[in-house]
Every structure is written in C-alpha cells, then in structure tokens.
C-alpha cells in the first residue's frame, strides 16, 4: 500500500465522526465539558428594573428646573423591595441591586444630593433612567446564552448558573483505550531488565488523551504473542477509540495488524508520508457498544505524540463536537536546509518571537526516540514532501507544541 498524505490520513480519519450522545452533568461537573445543544436562558436577569448603586430612586420629571426638594417615603434594599409606589414628589432611599419603586424610573447617588431623614434635595436635574440596570439588560428567558462546539471555561459556569440551569448537557467524553506493545516494555513502576525499556508512550498519551477533554484507560502492555493481544484488544471493546502503540511495520514481531484483523477490525490505511511518524495505520470494528475507531502509533516517543496530536487529538475533538485548531505560526530559518525527501518532516525546534521578525531554530539531533529533546522544544518546523532547500531566513510554517 502506498504511502498517504498526511492531509488525505486525517480527512480519512474524521469521516463519519461526530459528537457521542449527550449526557447531564451538574455545574460543579461541567467544567472542561462540551455543550451538547444551544443553552437557553431559562430566566430574564435582571428580573426587575434595579439600582446600580447607592442613592435615591426619583421620577425624573419632579427634578428638573434646577433644585428640588422631595419627600423620602421608605427605603429599598437588595432582597427587600420597597412595597408601595412612588407619587409626585417623592423619593425612595435604595442601594444597590434593590428593585426600582413602582413609579421611580431614575436613581440620583447618595454622593450628589443633600439628605436627612424625611427629606432629600436633587441639585441638579438627573437623566432620566440614570443609574438603573433594566430588566432584561443582560438576557431574556429564551435568549440563547452559549453555543455549543467549544470547552466550558468559568466564565461560562457564572453565565449558566445565572441563567437558572443547576444541569447541563454535555457531549458525554469519548473513552480512548491505549495499549502498548512490546516485550521489551516495562512499567515506570518497574526497574527495567536486560534488553527492557520503561514504557513511557502510554502515560504520555494518557495525558494529551485528556487534555483534550477524553477519558483515557490504559489497558497495559501486550506481549509480542498473539493469544496476549487478543486478550488485551478484547479489553478494550468498550473504549470509542484504540489506540496501539508499536508493533505496527512489517517483521516478524510486528503482530499487531493481524491481531486486530482477527478481532474483527477492517484497517483502511496503514502508511502516511510523514517523518516522524511513518507506521501509522487506521480501522475500525463494530462492538457491542458500537462503531470503534483504531489508530495505530509508532512505538518511538517522539513519532507516538506528534502522531497522536495530528490525528487522535482531532478525532477526540470531533466526537466531541468540537473544532480543532492547530496552533501554527510563521518564522525565518536560522539555519538553512536541505532539500526535503518524499514524507512531510516535522522537525523539533526552538521558536523564539522575540525576535523581529521571528525566527525559528530546529535542533541538532531529530532522533524520534529522544523524549529529551521534545521537552526542549516548542514548536515544531512543518517542511512539506519534496520541497527544496531553503535558505537561512526563508519562512517557513511552524507549529506551535501545545502538549
């Protein structure tokens, strides 16, 4: 099978992927989730025409023509609104965040009238409505309040909880099942052996799995027998998404294709011209819960996570009606480069937008087993397949490393 662009890999990936059904969660709970439908006001707020701050509610006609003395009648206070109306030539003390009396329509501050317990002078004429926040101001019940497609950050929390929702909707997290591969492969937890290697791939993931607003659960590490990776693919029949890591070429220990093959799945590509990052395959295979998309990762670090944030990261973000961007910038070459072969090559380098214009510096070593050097890193040098070489200050796409 030829090798497949990454662009026509991605496009392959996301066909059919949409947001999973929805489900409520309270708003303690909704935090990072997505909005699974428009949300709706389910209240007008404010409720009431109120007072934005300390003074005197007034009819605006009995203040003009200069100084006007006027009756104070009562006091209106937040959660104690005055009970009856004004007339003619009366004025109600109130503070912030009470109701206008009926009759008031203006509020004068304390700080420019001359008050004492039964009477208040207004010394100059108000603008009518002056200092009060009508009803409505902010939404109306009915009002769509936030759109779906985007996580829930605080602000949005304050703006449903003001809104009279305690519940939420939310596109229910797609649950993204990691299996390493290798009998080479240790847990962190575990001193590696002769010929051992700890299995760093799957916790990373598991990270950028939920930043991204999933559910990750590591199903562990397979050996390289078959009867092991039927087990543990068999354990993950629940998850939305498989991922494998390793064992995805072509020699003799590379058995995980055919043990996913032989558990029903149907792999429709399993080569993208890139670098890092060649042996990557997809498929998928219907379960018990439904449709179960497989990426298959290379097992070197660097490939697995530049791998996974080009294509799993999108998919994740697609089940959960959401948009992924990603975050790409331009930048001058601080050294020049050589004639790019046939794979897209996304090399690790130092961004630096101090400078003007910015400049980007790739590092020495593109080793895709060095998770050192990643850490380095902040951007990645994206060099499309067969470009030519390219000089120092040639400007060149950059993405941006945000995992």
């Known amino acids: 099978m030829a090798m497949m662009p990454v662009t026509d890999a991605l496009q392959n990936i996301l066909t059919g992927a949409g947001a999973l059904q929805p489900e409520h969660v309270d708003l303690r709970h909704a935090m990072g989730r997505t909005l699974a439908a428009p949300l709706m006001a389910a209240l007008t707020s404010p409720p009431f025409d109120a007072s934005s701050m300390d003074g005197y509610a007034v009819r605006a006609a009995d203040c003009t023509g200069g100084s006007a003395r006027l009756r104070v009648i009562g006091e209106a206070a937040a959660g104690y609104p005055f009970a009856g109306s004004t007339q003619h030539g009366d004025a109600v003390r109130i503070f912030t965040g009470a109701p206008l009396p009926d009759g008031a329509d203006t509020i004068v501050i304390q700080e420019d009238v001359q008050a004492d317990v039964a009477s208040v002078v207004i010394p100059t004429a108000p603008r009518l409505g002056l200092n009060v926040r009508p009803r409505g101001q902010d939404f109306h019940e009915g009002d769509v309040v936030l759109q ?20 939420l909707a939310v596109v229910r997290r797609p649950v993204v099942a990691i299996l390493a591969t290798g009998d080479e492969l240790v847990e962190p937890s575990d001193r590696p052996g002769a010929g051992q290697i700890v299995s760093s791939n799957s916790y990373g993931l598991a990270a950028l799995v939920e930043a991204a607003g999933a559910e990750a659960k590591l199903i562990g590490i397979a050996h390289d027998d078959a009867d092991d990776l039927a087990l543990k693919i068999n354990e993950a029949r629940g998850a939305d998404i498989l991922v494998t890591i390793g064992g995805a070429s072509v020699g003799d220990h590379d058995l995980v294709r055919p043990a996913l093959e032989a558990a029903g799945a149907v792999l429709q590509f399993y080569k993208v011209a890139m670098r890092p990052g060649k042996p990557v395959f997809f498929g998928t295979r219907t379960t018990a819960r439904g449709l179960q998309r497989i990426l298959g990762l290379p097992g070197n670090p660097l490939s697995a996570m530049i791998c996974a944030r080009l294509f799993l990261v999108p998919l994740i973000a697609a089940l959960l009606g959401r948009k992924d961007n990603l975050p790409m910038a331009r930048a001058a070459l601080t050294v020049p480069l050589a004639r790019n072969g046939p794979r897209d090559h996304y090399m690790r380098a130092v961004l630096d937008r101090q400078a003007l214009p910015p400049t980007v510096t790739p590092l020495a070593s593109q080793d895709s087993s060095m998770i050192s050097a990643l850490a380095e890193a902040n951007c990645l040098i994206v060099i499309a397949a067969n470009a030519p070489e390219m000089a120092i200050g040639s400007d060149v796409n950059v993405m941006m490393l945000d995992f």
Do not use: E, K, Y
């Not at 929390?157 to 519940?167: D, N, Q, R, T």
């Open 148 to 167: 779906p497609g985007r996580p829930l950050v605080p602000r949005d929390i304050l703006l449903a909880a003001a809104s009279g929702h305690a519940m």
